[in-house]
């Protein structure tokens, strides 16, 4: 069976410090790959997102980076915090099935918050 | 963009009693998933429909698209306390291309059962 595990649990940071989180997936190949954030009041809001190693699509402009180093490792990193970078990060994983049907399953996620 | 509504934002429900919650896009659904987050916690997969008219169920869970497939309802019947938590719906756009697009979400409802 499948597992996704996102490292660190929660994460206590000051402004302007850099970020590094790690996703890994385990019991399966080449999948597709989310990162995504929720923050209060704003739902759940996709950041990145990888179709394979080192290929990775931005959705929204910000000051965060995710890169793909391994097949089975997403990580979600910034050279330098902001407050509005507090939030609930996600990572979920998917087979890359073609079509509307490939259903995404999440991590337990991690808690950021930027002092 | 594709934007999901969802209603009620919150539901105080007694135990034993049945529940629906909806989903309403403002563009045609090619994929609907229900998912539910415990406070703090990932996102559990719950159902994904895709057809109009389809209807599935788990348990005491039944997730219904409409023919038009702009709307989806979720309803519990004899809500228990395992119940509570947050219910979010996403939807695949258009062109999932092997799901990489990601998913866009509702704000999800949060639901509360009093014994």
């Known amino acids: 069976s499948q597992t996704i595990h996102q490292w660190p649990a929660t994460l206590v940071q000051p402004v302007g410090s850099p970020l590094s989180l790690e996703c890994t997936v385990e019991?399966?190949?080449?999948?597709?790959l989310y990162w995504y954030r929720q923050a209060a009041g704003r739902g759940l809001q996709l950041l990145f997102y990888?179709?394979?190693?080192?290929?990775i699509s931005s959705e929204v402009p910000q000051n965060l980076s995710a890169s793909r180093p391994q097949d089975r490792q997403f990580i979600l990193s910034s050279k330098k915090l902001l407050l509005s970078d507090s939030g609930f990060y996600l990572c979920?994983?998917?087979?890359?099935?073609?079509?509307?049907?490939?259903?995404?399953?999440f991590g337990p996620g991690t808690r950021l918050t930027v002092l | 963009s594709q934007e999901l509504e969802q209603s009620p934002q919150s539901l105080i429900v007694q135990e034993g009693k049945n529940l629906t919650i909806n989903c309403t896009s403002s563009k045609t659904l090619y994929g609907l998933y229900w998912y539910k987050q415990k406070y703090g916690e990932g996102l559990i997969f719950l159902m994904m429909?895709?057809?109009?008219?389809e209807e599935k169920s788990h348990e005491k869970i039944t997730a219904k698209l409409d023919e038009k497939k702009q709307q989806s309802s979720l309803h519990i019947t004899a809500s228990q306390p395992s119940h509570a938590g947050i219910y979010l719906c996403?939807?695949?756009?258009?062109?999932?291309?092997?799901?990489?697009?990601?998913?866009?979400f509702g704000k999800g409802t949060h639901l509360i059962i009093q014994p």
């Open positions: 019991g399966t190949s080449n999948p597709n």
């Open positions: 996403g939807a695949a756009t258009m062109y999932s291309g092997g799901g990489a697009d990601g998913l866009t």
């Open positions: 429909l895709q057809k109009g008219g």
């Open positions: 990888s179709v394979g190693i080192g290929q």
């Open positions: 979920a994983w998917s087979r890359g099935l073609a079509g509307a049907a490939d259903t995404q399953y």
